[in-house]
């Protein structure tokens, strides 16, 4: 931990130019600051595109710098990253679903590897030699801790810099809640330390998130899909937060279907006067005890016995205005729930929606607890920016003049103030739903300072209410079939009076959870935050574990009722809020200091694992609710190619995600994903004793097709080449190697998104129809074995094709190998007469190696991704 306390020197760089580096979480906020910073009397610009992001650079005088106040000048760098500069994950050693055993990855060592390409790089020359670090990240934990995965970067190269206290007390951030110009002079006028208290309760949470989350995700997802063959999801993953929101939802599903219909009882007074019936409201509302309502009716119309017959009595008449508070300022959980209820809108897509809003200056920052503005918070001049609007511009004037009203109750958490609008936004200035959540917002704010409403009802509404006066008297008769279980009362032609009835109705079930009501669910509960609410929820719908049905409404699907009900029959303590919460609270205590990072991880590790060590020796629990649900991989699926150490059919397991299947052996084969398997000509594996019969694999638009081993794919071997070596001392990846393999692949299941050929360049199957190198792609080029009468070779690595002519009619790769370049020769067979009209080609036939002759060059022609 540095040290907060050890002020900079106030003497640091007297009479000389001082260079500070200013590093903001996105672009926009970037060139905003900039803008800001450079908008009185700056110097010598320069903007340009850094290697990772835009950079702007000035010379300016004022404003001066706080803390280096003797400093003649002061040079602004200006950029920023895009969010997270690392990504938790484990090591090489840890990636394979097949040989690491799940429970291993609660004790091995988490690596951070780079985002995004180039970033680091980005950095370390940005900061190269500057005097001082001001952080411009979102003023919450998550942009705290990027604050300090960019000082691991930046220290070290400032100028007598080092991980050190003294680097860090020319180390500061920025506190701020809009991006106006005035919002960013204030703050950086008010700058502040770095919380590294709040970003350890990040790293704290990734870690746990990371090793319990994967441990349970990779061991399910192995036992159900090496069982079942229709789950339709490509991972059966857990999550720490995702599971009890999916639980949540099950538990309302559950009540809907466990519900049985009771009877209750109920008073029904109508009176009729005036010709029209008014229906008065029991205060009890019901019963459930049909007696005692009936005794109630039996005396409200039992002769009184004074000679007066019985009646209904009009004890008091008061007159209510309908009055409707001001509502409390908008917080981010509010704002998530008004706009599923109000707007229709996803809380996952309301949060971007507002994200973008805010980036473009029209919102103040939407992540936030706070539900009271800060009594600093300008409300007049927030108004004012909406007095010309058209829309509300009349009412707003008029709030000025009167004075806006104190907003009402909420709580002032300290962080960000509550959502509100920076600046106006013309009718048709903003479209889609950035129009509808910036018109949300502004309504709400304007609501928040106005009077409470009050309801004025029209003479129609007037005239459809009899007059009553105290002490008046309505003759009371119980109305024929009076105990019928609905009826209704007779109007009559003249005269008033008033029935007393007993009216039976059943209760009905509660309705699937809204958004809304799950929002609201998850924040009393403490699963997730104000920002990772939304994830969650998308999360569940995105893993097919619930659907979203009409009036916004989670129902759970067969795959997340299973799963729940699965983790109840075992612990109900991994889909129930309470362990999480517990975590979320242990981490709220990181962020203040008062817990260690390294003593909550442990101690929540340990509970974790012993709940997984329980959940594997349970797992037949919960297969007794796949079993009954999902079919088992034997009873799904079509044969399609040979396996080669029985003789018999795999069968073709669609999934997601794909696999082949042996019945016989109960052996899974899972294949790649992303591209098209078909059977192809009963060919069978080069490999000695593989025996398997292969398949082709075809990715990409046009089609590149490879064969394909299923045996191979799934048992690859180092001499092949294209294997990721583990090694006991883990390398962090470049961020260029990073960046290729995010465009090439993804993980699924353990398995590889694969959108180039799935098998190593070094494989048998492929170095016997491989033609030459791809020396742009780092592959090789294979002839497509799917050519046929358009004869192509393929790049292994890329989605680059070369097209020979029409006029040859087949391609044949040859042994002979060309001795400058090592490579095949091939022999292409020219159309009947063809061949002739080509320069250099004696007959219907030519044999070169595409490298060097100039005879096959001449024929080709390259496309990279169809063009």
């Known amino acids: 931990m540095f040290d907060v306390n050890l002020p900079s020197d106030p003497n640091y760089g007297s009479g000389s130019t001082i260079t500070i580096l200013h590093v903001a979480e996105k672009p926009s906020i970037a060139s905003s600051v900039a803008k800001a910073l450079s908008s009185r009397g700056a110097q010598n610009f320069n903007d340009y595109k850094g290697i990772g992001t835009p950079v702007h650079e000035f010379t300016s005088v004022n404003p001066a710098f706080t803390f280096a106040p003797r400093a003649a000048r002061t040079f602004h760098r ?87 206290d003294r680097t860090f007390a020319r180390v500061y951030r920025a506190h701020f809640s809009a991006i106006s110009e005035g ?95 008014t229906r008065a409201t029991w205060e009890y509302g019901r019963s459930f005890n049909q007696s005692k309502v009936e005794v109630l009716a039996r005396d409200g119309v039992k002769d009184p016995g004074d000679g007066t017959p019985s009646a209904a009595v009009v004890t008091k008449v008061v007159t209510r205005e309908k009055k409707q508070g001001r509502p409390t300022p908008l917080n981010t959980v509010a704002f998530l729930k008004a706009c599923s209820k109000g707007l229709g809108i996803g809380p996952h897509a309301a949060l971007s929606t507002a994200e973008r809003l805010y980036l473009s200056g029209y919102l103040s920052y939407p992540r936030t607890e706070s539900s009271a503005y800060p009594p600093s918070f300008d409300i007049p001049s927030a108004l004012a920016q909406q007095s010309s609007d058209p829309r509300w511009g009349a009412y707003v004037r008029d709030l000025l003049r009167a004075g806006p009203c104190g907003a009402r109750g909420g709580h002032d958490a300290g962080d960000h103030p509550p959502i509100t609008p920076c600046r106006g936004a013309g009718t048709n200035e903003l479209g889609g739903d950035m129009g509808r959540v910036y018109e949300l917002v502004v309504r709400h704010f304007i609501a928040t300072v106005s009077p409470d409403a009050e309801a004025e009802l029209d003479d129609a509404e007037e005239r459809q209410l009899p007059d009553f006066r105290e002490g008046e008297r309505l003759p009371l008769a119980p109305p024929e079939g009076s105990k019928a279980k609905g009826g209704g009362v007779r109007a009559v032609a003249t005269g008033a009076r008033a029935t007393l009835a007993v009216k039976e109705r059943m209760t009905v079930p509660p309705t699937h959870l809204t958004e809304s009501e799950l929002i609201g669910r998850m924040e009393k509960n403490g699963i997730g935050t104000d920002a990772s609410i939304p994830t969650h929820i998308e999360n569940i719908l995105k ?132 591209g098209i398997l078909k059977q192809w000509s009963g060919k069978i594996c080069a490999i000695a004793g593989c025996g398997f019969e292969l398949c082709l694999y075809s ?140 320069e250099g080609v004696e007959g219907d036939r030519h044999i070169g190696c595409l490298l060097s002759d100039p005879v096959l060059q001449g024929l080709i022609r390259k496309s990279f991704d169809g063009f």
Not at 240 to 262: A, N, S, Y
Not at 727 to 736: F, I, K, M
């Open 78 to 164: 200006v950029t920023s990253v895009t969010g997270h500069v690392y990504n938790v994950d484990f090591g090489a050693k840890y990636q394979s679903w097949d040989s690491v055993d799940p429970q291993e990855l609660y004790s091995a060592p988490i690596v951070r590897k780079p985002c995004r390409g180039s970033m680091v790089k980005h950095l370390e020359t940005a900061g190269k030699g500057c005097d001082f670090v001001v952080l411009w990240m979102d003023c919450d934990r998550e942009g705290e801790n990027i604050n300090f995965e960019v000082l691991g970067i930046v220290m070290p190269v400032m100028k007598n810099g080092g991980k050190n």
């Open 183 to 277: 919002d960013i002079l204030k703050a950086y006028g008010k700058l502040g330390k770095p919380d590294q208290c709040q970003s350890q309760a990040v790293d704290a949470r990734q870690e746990l998130d990371l090793k319990i989350g994967v441990s349970f995700s990779r061991f399910q997802t192995r036992f159900f899909q090496g069982r079942y063959g229709d789950l339709d999801s490509s991972v059966i993953s857990y999550g720490p937060c995702q599971t009890p929101t999916l639980g949540f939802v099950v538990q309302r599903h559950i009540d809907i279907e466990m519900f049985k219909p009771e009877p209750y009882w109920t008073l029904d007074l109508g009176i009729i006067k005036g010709g029209r019936i």
């Open 543 to 674: 893993r097919n574990y619930a659907e979203l049905i009409t009036g916004r409404k989670l129902m759970p699907t067969q795959l997340g009722l299973v799963l729940a009900n699965g983790y109840h029959l075992i612990d109900s303590a991994l889909v129930l809020p309470k362990v999480r919460a517990d975590i979320e609270g242990q981490c709220d205590e990181i962020s203040r200091g008062a817990l260690r990072k390294e003593d909550v991880v442990q101690r929540s590790l340990e509970l974790f694992e012993g709940k997984f060590v329980n959940f594997m020796k349970n797992i037949a629990k919960m297969d007794v609710l796949f079993g009954s649900s999902f079919s088992k991989l034997e009873d799904v699926g079509k044969a399609f190619t040979r396996c080669g150490l029985t003789r018999r059919y795999l069968q073709y397991i669609e999934g997601p995600p794909t696999r082949l299947y042996n019945r016989f052996t109960e052996t899974v084969y899972p294949m790649p994903g992303g």
């Open 699 to 838: 990715v990409g638009s046009p089609t590149r097709t490879f064969p394909l081993c299923p045996h191979c794919y799934n048992n690859p071997r180092k001499e092949w080449g294209g294997l990721e070596l583990e090694e006991e001392e883990e390398e962090v990846e470049s961020d260029d190697e990073v960046d290729e393999k995010k465009k090439k692949q993804a993980s699924i299941a353990g398995r590889t998104l694969v959108l180039n050929c799935p098998l190593p360049d070094g494989h048998p199957n492929i170095e016997e129809i491989t033609v030459c190198p791809d020396l742009e792609n780092g592959g090789v080029f294979v002839v497509d074995v799917t050519s046929n009468n358009k004869w192509s070779f393929v790049s292994t690595k890329a989605a680059t094709t070369l097209h020979l002519g029409k006029n040859v009619k087949r391609v044949k790769v040859l042994d002979k190998r060309d001795e400058a370049t090592f490579c095949r020769f091939i022999e292409v067979e020219f159309k009947d007469g063809e061949g002739d009209k080509v």
